[in-house]
Structure formats: C-alpha cells, structure tokens
C-alpha cells in the first residue's frame, strides 16, 4: 500500500509535466512495483533485479508451546477469524486458508497491473517476466524490463544530455537542511539560546485539514513501557481520543482525516476511539485514509466515517472478536516451581493463566465475545448501510480483504492515497485547494520544550503517543544485561533471518495483549515478502 501512495505522488509529478527517472544497484519486487511509476528505469552493471512474485508466510507457535508446556485455550467469534490459530494450531486451518488465497490473489494482480500500466506491456508479458524469475541488469534490459544499465556518473551524464549541463542530482531535496552551531563562539552560542528561547509563532489562522494518526496495535489507555516485544509502535485510546476532541472543538480546522494503519487490538479502546470519531463527524467532515492495513479493531475506528479511502492493496476488515489465555502451569513444573492456589467465587482464575477453560468457564467467555460482535456489526450497519454489496453476514466472520475486493463489497468508500483523502475532506469542507494548511495533530513540540519540560502535561501525552517511533525489541537490551550469551545467540537470530525473528516478536507482542486486554478485535498474522 506504500508503493501505491508514492506511486500516486509520482503520477501527480508527472501530470506536471516533470519526466521522473528511477535509478538504483539492485530491485526488489516492492522496489521494481515503485520504480515502475518512473518515464525511466536504469541500474547499475551487473545489479540484480529481483521480480519473483509475491510469498506470504504465517506464522504458527503451537510446536513452541508444546515444547515449553504451555496450553493455549481460546475462541473467536467467525468461522475467518483466525487471529488465534498462530497459538492454537500447527498449520491453518482451512477457511484461513482460503482467506489467504484470495488475499494474495488480489495483492498479485495488483502488483500485475502497476507494473503493466508503468511499463507499457500487457499483464500476460508482466506474469511472463515474473516466472522468468532473477534478472541481472543486463538481461534485464533485453527483456525490456528495465531502460538502460549505467553507473551513477553516467545516469548523471544523461541527465545534463537531457536536461542540460547545468543541472545538478540534489540527494537532500525535501530533507530538513541541519543548522550548523558554532560552539566555540559566543556569539554562536547568543544564537542558539536566542532560538531556543524565541517565542512560539502564532498558528496561522488560516483554515485547516487535521491529520490524526491510528499506528500500529490499539492499546487502551496511554504509554506506559511495559510491554516486553517493542510496542512503541502503538495507537493509545487517550491521545489519540483527545487529539480527535482537539480537532473536533478548533473552528479553524474545517475537515478532520484518520489515517489507520492497525491491526486493531483492544475492544474497549476501539470503541474509545470510534465515540471520539463521532464527536468530530457531527461537527466536521470527517474522512478515513487506510494504509498498509485497518483490520479488526483498525476497522472498528474507520467505519463512522463520512468516506473510507483505501489503497488496492490494503488489508482491511477482518469484522471478528478473539479471546484466551495461555495455560502455564505445566510449564513451570518442567521448571521445577508449583503453584497452590486458594480462591473464593466459583470463577476467581477463569482469567488467569493457571490452567485452561473449564467447558462452563469456556461458555461464559463465549456468551461475553459474542455481546462484543454483536456491538462491531451493529456499528457497521449503522455507519455503512445500504453502502454494503452482501449481507454482513458474508462480510464478517473474521473475512479479510484487500482494499481493491473491500470497494468493491462496499466495505471502503473510494480507492485511493492519503493525499487524495485530504483533498477529498476539503471538498466536503467546501475550501479551495492552496486556502487551507495541513496540521498533524498533535503538533510536535521543541527541542526546549522537550529538553527542559516546558508545558509537556497533555502535549507530552499527545505528542509521545502519537508519533511513529521505529519498532524495536527492548527484549534483546534485557537479555543483554541479564545473559549475555543469550543476547548473542537472540542477535545471531536477527541478523540471520531478520524478517522471521521480526515476526515471531509480533506474534509474541499479541501474547502480551491478550494478558492485558481478554477480547481483542485483532487480525491474524500474514507477513508478505
């Protein structure tokens, strides 16, 4: 879905007039799919081209559990919801099989058709190159894959052919130039305080559309840094509710967008966002821009919109409810530690991880996931209506869908990019396009504010939440003061088969949910390479 966003600012470049050219030593598939939007594509001698297709793996810990003595037990609410099965089964079962399937040939043909429009060729010749697998640049190049084979130097000499001597290859364009500081002056140093300490500028009172960011798995409640797999990367149901409160009070901001990119995660923070959701609709137009994915609980929060934008290869709905626990008291007898439990109520440790469901426990738990499918289907019926293609019931069930099959099913609006969802919220806002900002809320704070804590209360909050950290594992920094032999040997997995290990500490960052939150609106695990 990224490749289709850049791939639609390329377009907008070259409806301008502006030829743009792709230059790079190798291609990947998702690189080739990009690079395919480009007038021309050159890579340097004996670089690879790698169009191989699409592979897509789940990942499957029930043979792990096995091993350390630990009893997965939980339910869904789908006969597609199959969130669970990476815990409870050794292979997929055969509805997330067939889930699968049609995910992954709706993500091939799209993949297809971008390369057939970008090269000029038909999708039969694309499928052709595809099969034909490993490409070098030279044969590559044969094949009419690729435009020309060249070093830097000489794709820099066909830019000043092109365009003229005086043209130059500015690799910074667009960053943010860094100012440099002398220290040693003391004028140098009036200065920097002097920036530091200058006022805030006003905000232009000109009128505003609000981006407001769901990323990554919805956790209720603010940042707490307790989780063990890396959650930095996490949509908190407080920021993110008071940002849409902000946006929905500000008369300057005329449109509000939401743009999800979640696998959902927790119900009851879902349903904090989604009611923030409503408070900004009945006040402003209110429009949802899926990325990569909005599944789940990130469907959950998208579906009051006026408008839900998706891109083609967007992976959205999975309209179910999940719920479990891992049993470990056999583990830690293998370990050699007993448990002796005392308890009054008939289920005090229903929720706890000692032992597995009883059959009367495993019915309540059923009855109270099925209030919660009831609520997310009511409020898509509620908020889409006559919008829907099929009967819910054809729809939910855990199903998953590309964003190209959900438009089509009338589960997304319109497809398209972010930039196109901005746009489209002006209209509706009735501005004119250059009369408006775009402000991200919440607005990041200054170096001074952050470094001596200036005014951070609710800022903070906002502001910390709601940014896109980089995912990484504090597992690994734990271990490395704890075992260093075991740090190394975690690392060596890192390094050897980084997309693997990456997923495994996914699969064991929905662990740590279900221990907090018992009902997740959450997606199953299907990474594409």
Not at 145 to 174: C, N, P
């Amino acid at each position: 879905a990224q490749a289709e966003e850049l791939r639609a600012a390329m377009a907008r470049v070259r409806r301008r007039g502006k030829p743009v050219y792709a230059h790079g030593d190798s291609l990947g598939m998702r690189d080739y799919v990009l690079a395919c939007g480009a007038n021309r594509i050159s890579v340097v001698p004996t670089g690879d081209i790698q169009i191989m297709g699409l592979y897509g793996e789940s990942l499957y810990l029930r043979g792990l559990f096995d091993l350390l003595g630990i009893e997965p037990d939980f339910t869904t609410c789908g006969d597609y919801k199959s969130a669970a099965e990476m815990f409870t089964r050794y292979g997929p079962s055969e509805p997330a099989r067939r889930n699968r399937e049609w995910l992954m040939d709706s993500l091939y043909d799209t993949m297809v058709a971008q390369i057939a429009q970008g090269r000029g060729v038909s999708e039969t010749m694309v499928k052709r190159w595809i099969d034909e697998g490993l490409y070098t640049a030279e044969r590559a190049e044969k094949a009419g894959v690729i435009d020309a084979v060249e070093h830097r130097q000489d794709f820099v000499s066909f830019l000043k052919k092109t365009h003229g001597e005086d043209v130059r290859l500015d690799l910074r364009y667009g960053k943010k130039a860094k100012k440099e500081v002398d220290f040693s002056s003391p004028f140098g140093l009036l200065k920097f305080y002097a920036e530091l300490l200058a006022p805030k500028k006003e905000r232009s009172s000109r009128s505003s559309i609000a981006i407001v960011y769901v990323d990554g798995p919805i956790v209720p409640g603010s940042s707490s840094g307790g989780f063990l797999f890396g959650p930095e990367r996490a949509a908190y149901s407080t920021p993110i509710r008071k940002a849409l409160d902000r946006a929905a009070e500000d008369d300057s901001i005329k449109a509000v967008v939401l743009r999800i990119d979640s696998p959902g995660g927790s119900a009851v923070a879902s349903e904090i966002i989604l009611d923030a959701t409503r408070r900004v609709k009945a006040k402003k137009p209110f429009v949802v821009s899926m990325g990569d994915v909005a599944g789940s609980g990130g469907y959950y929060v998208a579906c009051a919109a006026d408008t839900i934008y998706a891109d083609r290869s967007t992976i959205t709905a999975s309209i179910g409810v999940v719920s479990g626990k891992l049993a470990t008291k056999a583990m830690w007898r293998r370990f050699g530690v007993h448990f002796e439990a005392t308890s009054r109520g008939r289920r005090a440790g229903m929720l706890l991880s000692s032992e597995p469901f009883t059959d009367g426990e495993k019915e309540q738990l059923q009855a109270w996931m099925n209030e919660v499918y009831e609520v997310f289907q009511g409020h898509v019926r509620a908020s889409r209506g006559d919008r829907l293609k099929k009967d819910l019931a054809e729809l939910a069930g855990g199903r998953v869908f590309t964003g190209a099959q959900a438009h089509k099913l009338g589960l997304v609006d319109r497809l398209g990019t972010l930039h196109d969802a901005i746009g489209y919220a002006a209209q509706l806002a009735k501005l004119e396009e250059g009369s408006y900002d775009v402000r991200v809320l919440p607005k990041p704070k200054s170096f001074f504010e952050v470094l001596f804590g200036e005014d951070l209360d609710e800022e903070k909050e906002l502001e910390l939440h709601m940014a896109r950290p980089e995912v990484g594992s504090r597992l690994l920094e734990i271990w490395k003061r704890r075992d260093p032999a075991a740090a190394r040997w975690l690392a060596g997995l890192q390094a050897t088969d980084p997309a693997r290990f990456a997923a495994v500490c996914e699969a064991l960052r929905q662990v740590e949910l279900f221990q907090s939150e018992r009902v997740l609106l959450t997606m199953p695990s299907f990474f594409v390479w």
